[in-house]
């Protein structure tokens, strides 16, 4: 009988088999794939998100079972489940949906919509005509969609009586008449999730009819408004009800007693509400959340002694200021398991006192980022907690002493003291009691010293993190070599020595995680270098770590590693050729960081194709060669290639343009000659986000349907020899936000229709681009950055300039631009970078100048981070490990900060300053400031406002016609390095006030009409000689050659509203002077001829006798005019 069971089990095990392989052969049903293809074009139509749902005749492609996003049955190949949260493009608007679209699905029974803009269904294409076709679909995501009132709703599945599970959170739903309707129908639902929504008190009454309900989810419902009375009605009829979420809804004590009705209730959230009073007698209940009350009082922790069956407390947010918690006996639960504390303030170190014997069950106490008060009591004896298994204290300022009587916990699997500020040396006794400790995390602290040797009693330790610390020694010599349980190790950004062997861990048959960022690298006996390791790593990160040896290979034993995951020697300055063998022995490798290393020799890949490989990045090595031409049958399908700063030559393969799932590709800084960008954008261009070819050697011109690059948000092709004009397709990348064409031979003009509203960084300089700007940029109000200096562009500024409300960078020099400047430039707030040097501007400088801020803008420095691509490596190996998934995913964000620091190019703005031309970037730039509007034909006189321009660091106003007087209000430019006035035509003095500039580097006012004494050379006017003075050849003192009289002193200018005329006479005081004493002198000779006769009679001859001879003088000189004429 047992021999006939037997060979039952084995026949249906082999009709399951077969089943299955003959499902897989012959992939999904043909009805399905269309109808997948239909449900694509229809949801997301530029193919974003679906990317691969494609219609093809390859079989591996065609069959929709091996689609993301989608899975099937492994017997029947029918598609059971459809995943398609977020697949559809914000910029296509709001979605009706076609519900018929779902008809082929016979066996559906998952299927996740949320986050597509779905406002409601098709009239009679809903889901309740085709209900008869969907009779298997359990569970329905329409979360975080656009449903605004009940018709939308009830128009797309009230016929789904089959529904169990249905979420409708994250809508604006406001009514409680839809929902009524589909309590009638849908009899048979068990979860249901409205939290985020608009419902009022009416809610409840039309819940009522959910009699199978268990899960209930009305969280962040504002409008309820925190009705008891409702709540009571609620309990009444759902009898079944397990989970039940009520938080964040203003509910106050008055809800307690009515929460008794739910007799089957086992979890229950009432945070954000303000409750205070005793909790009502709920049995069964065994999860409770009270995070974020407005008052968590005695009462309330002193009643949770009445929930019998409490296994799980979450106490997260809450300010205990006002309780005595180390006095409550809110602890007295026998059942209690695990208790959550976290962010928790006043919070008194010392109520761990008792919990050992309050709480005899408990297994997990998380107290993360809380600020506790109060010191350990010496010795420390309250950790009587015989249970406890996993404590969590991350982010919470600890007292040095903490750890010495750790080794009490001797249950204690789990330990966590990341960033608690410990200091100090580790204590050599008390970690040696964590005999069953498999994870200790002490990362993030200020320990120093080196490792105790009683660590190597834990001899259960899986992980081990003790990173971001001030640890010594060398790892060969420490305890670390006794701990061969270990599966992950991080010893990063300590003092440590590592030998280059690896020959201490050469016992640790477990681990597959090693991490040891920023070490410092040693070479070991010549016998150790050849080791082969029993350990087979999955991921290995000793990236910044420098050599004590001036030349370094690689880690020798990588040679026999096997299993790599994820590799980074990035910053090592290893040399030797390029280790093709890493390649060469990982076949199931994702992600390799080489980059800034000096590995030198061509590029050689293996024969076999790599398909796990996501990230590769290789740049600035000495790597030569071309590009291998099998990149991509080998890397199919890489997300990332980064091969910048080597010595490349040739050509970009063309191949790059079938990879679909290719989305960053960075070649610049190489000798790379040929690139055809329209093959580029066959398939890698849906989807392909970043893209630097710069400085480089690619000529020839851009090409015309660049629109095709739909996905593309940065895009660098500046320092090569592209010529022609700006293809009009580059108005069509709506998302882009980083673009560099600068430094080619570009032509023609800036396409009006240029003006993508997501834009950022724009640089166009050092082309010749022409014409006026017309209506480009006018409409990117995103723009951070607009460098187009360096041109042939004409006309005049425009004034929607001043609609550009976040530029911070405006370059503008060495064009045409003619006119004044205009005054919608101070609409600019966060204008810090001006530059309009060397152009044709002419009128007065506008005196709100003096207007900006100049605060830091961290957005001028700012990459366009692409995060697309999702580093998966280190999860997906927490499956098989085992480890904790906690640490793992905390390695991973780490790994990841570092590794996509670097997915766009830096934007890097080029500005004049202390006279010389310099690139500025990443912080740099953030802070920096200057105004260029040197070498224009700008005149008038210096607006006194310009003096309120406090952080402004250089300002170069040279080679104008400016004239008056330096404003006095200059010395209030106190972070000023560099302010250039020459080449005008100033005059009167220099302000001695200028002197208080501490900071100034650069000063010049040479080539002006300055006259007094130069001011005194003290502070950092002492470092400045004759040339800063030179061409005022009425200015005196040193370090001029010209001295001052003694009298002569540095005159205070007068200010601007008392003068008039510079000039040394007032006018208007000399014409009245001159018409009195002129009136007062004829008056004077008509007295005298008057009264003296004799000299009357002498006047009247003197003038009788000019009259006769101007009179013959006219005659003979007329009759001589006359002569000549006739003849």
Known sequence: ??????????????????????????????????????????????????????????????????????????????????????????????????????????????????????????????????????????????????????????????????????????????????VKVLSSRLKKLENLDLSWNRYNDSIFSSLTGFSSLKSLDLSYNFWLKGSSVGVEVLSSQLRKLERLDLSYNGFNDNILPHLCGFSSLKTLNLSGNMVSGSTPCLRKLEVLSLNQLTIIGSTLLQSLGALPSLKILSLLDNNFSSTSISQVTFFNTTTLEELYLDRSSALPINFLRNIGRQLPALKILSVRDCDLIGTLPTPVTFFNMTTLEELYLDRSALPVNFLQNIGQLNALKILSVCDCDLTGTLPTQGLDGLKNVEQLDLSGNKLEGSLPDCLGNLSSLQVLDVSRNRFTGNIATGPLNSLISLEFLSLSNNLFELPLSFKSFSNHSKLKFFICDNCTLVEDRAGFRNFIPKFQLKFFSMSNSTSKAINSDAPNFLYNQYDLRTLDLSNCNFSGVFPSWLLENNTRLETLYLRQNSFVGPLKLPNHPAPNMIFLDMSNNNISGQVPRNICSVFPNLAKVTMAMNGLTGSIPSCFGNMSSLEHMDFSDNQLSTVKLEQLKRSCGIYLAALDISDNQFSGILPTRMGNFSNLQAIDLSRNHFDGPLPRDLCKLVHLEYLDLSENNLSGSVPSCFNPSSIKHVHLSKNQLSGPLTEAFYNSFSLVTLDIADNNLMGPISNWIGNLSVLSVLLLRDNHFVGDLPTQLCLLEHLTILDVSRNQLSGPLPFCLGNFSLKENLDKAGKTRHQTYEIETLWKRSYETGLLAGKINDAESRFEDINTEETTPNNIVKFTSKKRSEGYKGTVLNFMTGFDLSRNRFSGEIPLEMGKLSELHALNLSHNNLTGSIPATFSNLKQIESLDLSHNNFDSVIPPQLVVLNNLEVFSVAHNNLSGKAPEMKAQFGTFDESSYEGNPLLCGPPLRNKCSEEESPSQPMPHDEREDDGFIDMEVFYVSFGVSYIILVLTIVAVLYINPLWRGRWFHFIEECIDTCYCFLVVNFRKLSNFKRS
């Open 1 to 178: 009988m047992t021999m006939k069971k037997m060979w039952v089990w084995m026949l249906l095990t082999l009709i399951t088999l077969v089943g299955e392989w003959h499902g897989r052969c012959y992939g999904c049903l043909e009805e399905e794939r269309i109808g997948l293809l239909e449900i694509k074009s229809s949801i997301d139509p530029n193919g974003f998100s679906l990317i691969d749902w494609v219609d093809t005749s390859n079989e591996s492609i065609s069959n929709c079972c091996e689609w993301g996003r989608i899975e099937c049955d492994n017997t029947t190949r029918r598609v059971i489940q459809l995943t398609l949260p977020g697949v559809r493009d914000v910029n296509l608007g709001d979605l009706v949906l076609n519900a018929s679209l779902f008809l082929p699905f016979k066996e559906l029974r998952s299927l996740h919509l949320s986050s597509n803009a779905i406002g409601g269904c098709h009239e009679n294409q809903g889901f309740e005509v085709r209900s008869s076709k969907l009779r298997k679909l359990n569970v329905l995501d329409l979360s975080d969609n656009l449903f605004s009132d009940d018709s939308s709703m009830l128009s797309c599945f009230t016929g789904l009586s089959s529904l169990k599970s249905l979420y409708l959170s994250h809508n604006m739903l406001p009514g409680s008449t839809g």
